[in-house]
């Protein structure tokens, strides 16, 4: 689903975040 993809864009954008902090 087009809703699952978005989750995960934004919850890997969330983990790069994190990552660079």
Known sequence: M???KACLA???AWSGELRIS
């Open 2 to 4: 087009a809703s699952s």
């Open 10 to 12: 934004r919850a890997q």
